[in-house]
């Protein structure tokens, strides 16, 4: 199995633009969570979705950020406007209900 | 609101010098404290799962126990391949399948 898989691995934009991390979960994996990592708030959860369907978005911090799971292979988070303060990594986790999450490598966003 | 928090911040160990770290938390009826390793770059791997209190689990240098309000990760003799980031999470009601709640994680590193 190839684990799950982000891209891009790194992304750097300005202010304002529009910015959009993917996601692939393990197959046969029922759940995908979105969580952010900084050095401040250590690692947050975003929102996760339960068979495709959003279950819990309270952590998602503001109108700018929005998550979408159109199938059980792929899920993306976009910012729109980015701002200098979402930079982080920005992980996807996937797992069976009740078991642990395996997480990927992650998206580094730098906004400048 | 519930609470998981890790101590210490950091930690500097020789080659072989066993120690413990701490994750203590705060929540109601837990269904799970999981241990992960994080390594830069990298998103945090899984290394154990305790379900109640008294249960231990190991693996290779690593143990994992766990009481009524806080967890230790013991490390017997450290190598420098240890070095990394541990992060505990629980996962508890009300929150909805397995949503897990993060620590701020403890740094080892162990020099040679």
């Known amino acids: 199995d190839a684990g799950v898989i982000q891209s891009p691995r790194h992304e750097v934009t300005e202010m304002g633009q529009e910015v959009t991390l993917r996601c692939k979960p393990i197959s046969g994996h029922n759940s995908l969570f979105w969580y952010r990592q900084t050095m401040m708030r250590g690692l947050e959860l975003l929102i996760y979705f339960n068979n495709n369907v959003p279950i819990d978005d309270s952590g998602m911090p503001e109108d700018r950020f929005s998550a979408k799971m159109p199938n059980a292979s792929f899920s993306t988070l976009k910012i729109q406007p980015s701002e200098p303060r979402d930079s982080a990594v920005y992980f996807c986790a996937s797992g069976e209900l009740y078991s642990p999450l395996h997480f990927g490598n992650g998206t580094r966003l730098t906004v400048t | 609101e519930d609470q998981v928090t890790q101590s210490p911040e950091a930690l500097r160990l020789q080659e072989g010098e066993s120690s413990s770290l701490n994750c203590s938390y705060t929540?109601?009826?837990?269904?799970?404290l999981f241990w992960y390793r994080q390594d830069p770059g990298k998103g945090p791997e899984f290394l154990f799962t305790?379900?109640?209190a008294g249960e231990e689990k190991e693996k290779e240098r690593l143990k994992a126990t766990l009481t009524k309000k806080e967890s230790f990760l013991h490390i017997t003799a450290p190598k420098p391949e240890d070095s990394a980031t541990y992060l505990c999470?629980?996962?508890?009601?009300?929150?909805?399948?397995?949503?897990?709640?993060f620590g701020a994680g403890t740094i080892l590193r162990v020099k040679s």
């Open positions: 999470a629980v996962q508890a009601p009300p929150l909805y399948g397995n949503k897990l709640v």
């Open positions: 305790l379900y109640s």
């Open positions: 929540v109601s009826g837990l269904r799970g």
